[in-house]
């Protein structure tokens, strides 16, 4: 027997019918307030388990399947469940599903060739520049996710500011340094890290008490810099904080680097999508000018995992960052190794999976217009979740509400005497435990935070009443156990 088709394909088919039912069955029985648990922890026993050895002889794939719903089902993260407010993770959907089952079928590698798979990329990215108001020929590509797209974004400005020459002779001795706010991701101090620069040259700059980066303290930074001898090179400014939604006055960082003439770059992993509605897309103002811009597709655009994005303004700058000319990988005039450049020309990555099919069904199914219906939507829950926790004499909110994100906890007034940072961290921990709720924890101005983030487009305000009452129902259950503090 050679090859590993299979010799009747009937099996197959009924078992590939029977998981795609299954998949749309569990999508569908997750609407907003259903009773089924966000999360359940994994036992000693369900990780031993997972934990065998590389099987050696070939296994009943039905039998495999039944092993994936018994032992890896139950145990998800939870983030396509309604009332999963942790981190940022969008909810997926059921054309996501069937975009990724067709891009497997297809099995296309996207890193060159003449191809229609590559086509579709370059559409969804001139739809990423639409979207925000950069060029419509930026230059761009879809990454696994935003810290890839900001590592991109940095090795593009340091081009700009060194050269292609950076690439082989490196950036020692050139003492150049970036900028971001204090609420920056840690994905861009890592970027600076691996791009050779060291977390140092990334100056961390204050930020005003809506957390946005503070422009003027931005400017006497970089007038610091200057006159100790250094280079400053770009600035990175963010659209929606990672700790509180906030975003940077991106207009006026903008203005600041065109006249500093420093790279101006966007952080907007998912507080770019709010481009989308309206509503918001004015508190992006300045967004289309930037140089280069990261975000995700998987987060708020409920594209399933992983679909970040990069956009360029300059794409000979972004070639020039990334192209190698390889014998074994000749760009010819036609056939099948023409249509250069080629993405692996725009980025680090040779093999690259067919990311743009799943971003081009999910727009093309639901379009532009209720796309951002859906961020709106996130962000009334949002709001209305901030005011229940304003009614609640137990909780107090800890920084303003800008579009998706609310932080909060539980006050001195909700549990007088206690170690509220402790008691926070241990009541989101029961949260998880007891499957009502999934919201994560921050610090914000040194207090230990509970955050919710509202990316889901399956969550509604029954979802955010049903986490508060929860919440309030095991903060009861510690005090009357006197557990308040460690």
């Not at 079928?105 to 990423?128: C, K, M, Q, S, Y």
């Amino acid at each position: 027997m050679s090859g590993l088709d299979p010799a009747d394909w009937s099996a197959l088919r009924a078992l590939g019918h029977r998981m795609l039912d299954d998949t749309i069955d569990r999508l569908a029985s997750l609407g907003g307030g259903t009773d089924r648990p966000v999360w359940r922890p994994m036992q000693p026993a369900d990780r031993e388990a997972l934990r065998e050895p590389l099987p050696r002889l070939a296994a009943d794939p039905e039998a495999l399947y039944r092993r994936y719903l018994e032992q890896v089902v139950p145990f998800a993260l939870g983030n396509t469940h309604p009332r999963f407010m942790g981190w940022v993770h969008g909810g997926g959907t059921g054309i996501g599903v069937l975009a990724e089952m067709l891009a497997a079928g297809l099995n296309a590698n996207l890193g060159g060739r003449d191809h229609a798979p590559i086509e579709l990329e370059r559409t969804v990215i001139r739809w990423a520049a639409e979207m925000v108001g950069m060029p419509s020929d930026s230059s761009g590509l879809l990454v696994t996710g935003s810290s890839m797209a900001n590592m991109i974004a940095v090795l593009c400005a340091r081009t700009a500011a060194a050269g292609p020459a950076a690439r082989s002779g490196g950036v020692g001795g050139r003492g150049l340094v970036g900028y971001a706010g204090a609420s920056a991701h840690g994905c861009l101090p890592r970027a600076f890290d691996m791009a050779g620069f060291g977390t140092d040259a990334l100056r961390i700059v204050p930020v005003d008490r809506a957390h946005r980066m503070d422009v003027a303290a931005l400017a006497a930074a970089v007038r610091r810099d200057r006159e100790a001898g250094l280079s400053p090179f770009m600035v990175a400014a963010t659209a929606g904080a990672v700790d509180t939604g906030a975003i940077d006055d991106l207009d006026a960082v903008a203005a600041f680097c065109a006249a500093e003439h420093l790279w101006f770059h966007v952080d907007g992993a998912f507080g770019a999508l709010a481009a989308l509605s309206p509503r918001f897309a004015t508190q992006l103002r300045g967004i289309g000018r930037a140089d280069s811009l990261a975000f995700d597709f998987h987060k708020w655009a409920q594209v399933p995992y992983d679909a970040g994005c990069v956009l360029v303004r300059d794409p000979a700058l972004q070639a020039s960052s990334f192209a190698q000319t390889l014998a074994y990988l000749s760009r010819e005039d036609r056939g099948a190794a023409g249509n250069a450049p080629w993405p692996c020309d725009l980025g680090p990555d040779l093999s690259r999976g067919f990311r743009a099919l799943k971003v081009w069904m999910t727009f093309g199914t639901y379009g532009a217009e209720r796309m951002g219906e859906m961020v709106e939507a996130c962000c009334d829950v949002a709001a209305h979740l901030a005011r229940r926790v304003e009614q609640e004499k137990a909780l107090e909110l800890l920084a303003p509400v800008t579009l998706n994100v609310v932080c909060f906890r539980v006050s001195e007034a909700g549990a007088p005497g206690a170690d509220l940072d402790w008691l926070n961290g241990e009541l989101v921990k029961d949260l998880h435990e007891s499957g009502i709720a999934v919201p994560s924890t921050t610090t914000i101005d040194g207090k230990r935070a509970i955050r919710a983030a509202i990316v889901n487009h399956r969550t509604v305000r029954e979802d955010a009443d049903i986490m508060i009452e929860g919440l309030l129902m095991l903060l009861r259950r510690r005090l009357q156990a006197g557990e308040t503090a460690r």
